[in-house]
Nanobody, 121 residues
């Protein structure tokens, strides 16, 4: 199987920074796109940022210029550096990855369990 484990969430004041990490482990042959999503109370889950295997990135307009996504392919890990945090960034943040497992054809989406980010005003 494949597991994604997030870390780095917490409570921070507005204007502060946090760095989220998500490590994928298990029977992994290849990882394509990795990304971060978030879900605030009463709202739908939304894409925050994603990064392809080749390093191309895409960001939600609300985080452009403040958040940076990166990955370490050797460690099967994706990061989200979050700067200039705002109270509206408060949400549960989930990582996701398109993974091809050994002896299995094609890619499948896997999700982490989520990590809480709370930004106080």
């Amino acid at each position: 199987q494949v597991q994604l484990v997030e870390s780095g969430g917490g409570l921070v004041q507005a204007g502060g920074s946090l760095r989220l990490s998500c490590a994928a482990s298990g029977s992994i042959f290849s990882i394509n796109t990795m990304g971060w999503y978030r879900q605030a109370p009463g709202k739908q889950r939304e894409l925050v940022a994603h990064i392809t295997g080749g390093g191309s990135t895409n960001y939600a307009d609300s985080v452009k210029g403040r958040f940076t996504i990166s990955r370490d392919n050797a460690k099967n890990t994706v990061y989200l550096q979050m700067n200039s945090l705002k109270p509206e960034d408060t949400a549960v943040y989930y990582c996701a990855a398109e993974v091809q497992r050994y002896s299995v054809s094609g890619y499948r989406d896997y999700w982490g369990q989520g990590t809480q980010v709370t930004v106080s005003s």
